[in-house]
């Protein structure tokens, strides 16, 4: 391409770099559509199990604070830390790698969870403290398990 004296070869060069830059701001964030939806309800009602019974008379943000024995705490851990920080960074920036963060971090979170769960249905033979998980550690699990699920889905639906 030549010259042209009026210009135009900046004008193309100027758009060029525009174009380019646009290519990769698009390549680092991904776009979350309905799931963003998805995902922000599943944070919300994570944050509302964090509120609720875990264990006996307490609740998620004391079994956070290891008042509830080692795997509810950390399942509180990494329930706040992956489903709830995590999660509200990546809404908040849609950036590719924290989706994959995420995901990783939320099935994570849904195994200790569900070991969580477990530890509270078998405690009466261990003599550990805990009569069951209360409705609090099951709502959060079931939230952890959706987010897992549809953070999977968007960190891979990037191509």
């Avoid at 080692?70 to 999660?87: C, E, K, N």
């Amino acid at each position: 391409m030549t010259d042209q004296p009026n210009g135009n070869s900046a004008d193309f060069s100027e758009l060029a770099a525009d174009v380019d830059e646009v290519v990769r701001k698009a390549a680092r964030t991904v776009e979350l559509g309905r799931r963003g939806f998805v995902i922000a309800v599943a944070v919300f009602v994570l944050i509302v199990g964090q509120v609720l019974p875990w264990v006996g008379g307490e609740v998620g943000w004391q079994a956070l604070l290891g008042q509830s024995g080692t795997i509810p705490q950390l399942f509180a851990g990494t329930s706040a830390g992956f489903g709830v920080l995590a999660g509200m960074l990546a809404l908040a920036t849609r950036r590719w790698w924290l989706t994959w963060v995420c995901a990783v971090g939320g099935w994570f979170t849904s195994v200790v969870g569900v070991l969580a769960v477990w530890s509270q249905q078998s405690s009466a033979a261990s003599g550990a403290a805990g009569g069951g998980p209360g409705i609090g550690m099951i709502i959060a699990v079931i939230a952890t398990i959706v987010l897992a699920v549809n953070w999977m889905r968007t960190a891979w639906s990037r191509s």
